[in-house]
């Protein structure tokens, strides 16, 4: 028997400020994609920003629909577009942000379960670690290196023994 402990590690910024202008160029991206969320039920807007290899940007936001559950979050629809019309480029970083009607959004937002998923799979599709970026509408800034530190023992194409290079 052995106690196996996993490290998580995590970048807390005070503000943008002392962020690099890559990365805050990406926040911008993102909120401006928040702005176009549609999100009439929950009223919280989420805004997804991807920056590929080949410095190209794309942006995704949350898509609700009056049947719930089959409304998708921003950082899906980013990352589904990027792999939908650039299948053959690596992606570097994602940035996220958030604002709600109802609240203000004093702390980062992280991906939810199924969007860390959803990225964990083309950290392994494209072999990269994905730079993510998280952001409220004020508060920390929150910066990992790969989605590895928000999914611990990932399920991924190796445990299909599937090829997907
Ligand atoms: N949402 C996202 O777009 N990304 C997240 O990481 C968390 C949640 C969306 C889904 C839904 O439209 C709204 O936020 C409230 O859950």
Redesign the pocket.
């Known amino acids: 028997m052995r106690k196996v402990e996993i490290h998580c590690s995590l970048t807390e910024y005070d503000n943008q400020d002392e962020l690099p202008e890559e990365d805050r160029n990406l926040i911008q991206e993102a909120k401006a994609s928040m702005n176009k969320a549609y999100?009439p039920y929950?009223h919280?807007h989420?805004g997804a920003a991807i920056l590929l290899d080949n410095g190209i940007i794309l942006r995704g936001n949350?898509q609700?629909n009056a049947s719930y559950p089959i409304?998708l979050?921003?950082?899906r629809v980013a990352i589904f577009a990027a792999g939908a019309n650039y299948p053959n480029v690596k992606i570097k970083a994602l940035a996220?942000t958030a604002n709600s009607d109802h609240f203000h959004v004093n702390k980062p937002?992280t991906?939810?379960g199924a969007?860390r998923q959803a990225i964990a799979e083309y950290e392994h599709r494209y072999q990269q670690d994905i730079r993510l970026i998280m952001t409220g509408e004020s508060g920390k800034v929150l910066v990992a290196d790969t989605i590895s530190n928000f999914l611990p023992y990932q399920f991924n194409a190796d445990d299909l023994k599937v090829k997907t290079k």
């Open positions: 999100a929950s919280f989420v949350n609700e409304g979050c921003a950082e996220i937002i991906p939810c969007c």
